[in-house]
């Protein structure tokens, strides 16, 4: 006899077989389990889940510079993830961005004392913008285009 059959027997109130108190307790036992399976997969579930954006993936980024002495073009790939733009590639570049649920952006890139800062607005597979910024032989403005990987 198991440990939940001997307390359904010691528990049973006068008048109610043992038995009766032994199969209710389990299907409390089991709607209990059930409710808070329920619950817990709701949970995960709410954990999990990403707020994804329209434009998350992988993105090709053409950035031309139009004044002062930067260079004249350069190519990089970046990521959009739950809106958040992420630099594609390795080095010493640090990157902040964001999407706006209708396609606006804004980054800030910076790479020691150089800088820019880049806005615009994206569609589901391209879009473009100005940027300005500080290079290492002064300041700097241009324009980007990005289309989707």
Do not use: H
């Not at 389990?26 to 389990?33: I, S």
């Not at 607005?121 to 290492?136: A, E, Y």
Request: proline share 3%; aromatic share 8%; net charge positive.
């Amino acid at each position: 006899m198991t440990m939940i059959s001997r307390i359904a027997l010691a528990s049973a109130p006068a008048g109610v077989p043992a038995a009766n108190i032994f199969l209710t307790s389990r299907r409390f036992r089991a709607a209990f389990l059930t409710l808070a399976l329920a619950l817990a997969g709701v949970a995960a579930a709410g954990g999990t889940t990403l707020a994804r954006s329209i434009y998350d993936g992988d993105w090709s980024v053409l950035i031309v510079s139009n004044s002062g002495s930067c260079g004249p073009s350069y190519r990089y790939g970046v990521q959009i993830a739950d809106g958040a733009v992420i630099y594609d590639g390795s080095g010493m570049i640090t990157m902040q961005g964001r999407v706006t649920p209708r396609g606006a952006v804004r980054v800030v890139v910076r790479a020691g004392s150089q800088w820019a800062d880049g806005s615009g607005r994206l569609t589901k597979m391209r879009g473009g913008g100005v940027w300005r910024g500080q290079g290492s032989g002064g300041a700097c403005t241009g324009t980007w285009v990005a289309e989707r990987r």
